[in-house]
């Protein structure tokens, strides 16, 4: 039998080999600062070993696996930073879109207490698993279909602007509607131009936004379903403590104004 345990960097360390697993590599306990296989980035840093772990400084930097979370346009990369809070500027993005949190110049208690905010906490949850998530703030709603089969839409087709795909836990429907583009386990899409507004009134975007990661989370890694006791809507509102079970949506977006610009998007991603 295999036994697990947790080291500092807070990855499973297999009692086994001594190891610790870090989804794309594995890091060997009895150095602490190195990869047993090469960085598949180190081409981007020529002046640090292929093997290190977090440039060798591990008091300050964390090194996840990078790959987990995308965002690619910037009212994407805006709502990612929105759920971060204050943090938010801690929240970087490469070419690609991948995102990754940025601890340099932190002290060990800064990092800490970075880590105990609730949207810090999920989006290195996410950034740090094995699943990979599509986030995008958009009214263009581009999925495949049960059969593999690209469809494409608009958020007005939708009465609450969300969009929320797993190809694990089941949706709202209790089954699988459509499932996320290809090459991601998850898929979130929130309208860019609506409006969300709680009991009293007031803008609750970010407050949807991280409701629906933590969802999404919750099916793509935990393989909870949307209902149930134990459901992935249930996990959100309590890892995120949302406020308000009910809202108020305003469709802002006109289906017969489409941008040149997603009208491209939409001919690319159906190939004609």
């Not at 801690?90 to 995102?99: K, L, P, S, T, Y």
């Not at 989006?123 to 495949?144: F, M, P, R």
């Not at 949307?226 to 308000?244: C, D, F």
Request: aromatic share 12%; net charge neutral.
């Amino acid at each position: 039998m295999r036994f697990y345990l947790f080291v500092f960097t807070g990855k499973e360390r297999d009692e086994e080999t001594g190891y610790s697993y870090f989804s794309a590599r594995y890091l060997d306990n009895e150095i602490l600062t190195s990869f047993l296989s090469v960085d598949r980035y180190a081409s981007k840093y020529p002046f640090i070993s292929p093997y290190a772990y977090c440039a060798w400084n591990p008091m300050k930097l964390i090194d996840p696996t990078g790959d987990t979370l995308v965002a690619k346009e910037s009212g994407s990369k805006k709502d990612i930073k929105g759920v971060a809070g204050k943090y938010g500027d801690r929240i970087q993005f490469d070419e690609n879109g991948i995102a990754s949190i940025d601890y340099s110049g932190m002290t060990e208690s800064e990092i800490k207490k970075m880590k105990k905010h609730k949207g810090v906490a999920l989006l290195s949850d996410i950034i740090e698993s094995d699943k990979k998530i599509l986030y995008e703030a958009t009214d263009i709603i581009l999925v495949t279909t049960l059969d593999g089969k690209r469809i494409a839409g608009t958020i007005a087709n939708d009465n609450n602007g969300v969009v929320n795909l797993s190809r694990y836990g089941h949706d709202s429907n209790n089954g699988y509607s459509y499932m996320p583009q290809d090459g991601y386990d998850g898929q979130v899409i929130i309208s860019a131009s609506g409006e969300w507004r709680n009991p009293q009134g007031f803008d609750c975007r970010i407050e949807i936004v991280s409701h629906e990661l933590a969802e999404n989370y919750a099916r793509t890694h935990l393989n909870r379903d949307y209902r149930g006791t134990e459901s992935a809507h249930r996990y959100a509102n309590a890892r995120m403590k949302n406020l308000h079970e009910y809202y108020t949506y305003k469709s802002n977006y006109d289906p017969r104004k489409i941008s040149p610009a997603d009208q491209e998007k939409v001919r690319k991603y159906l190939g004609n």
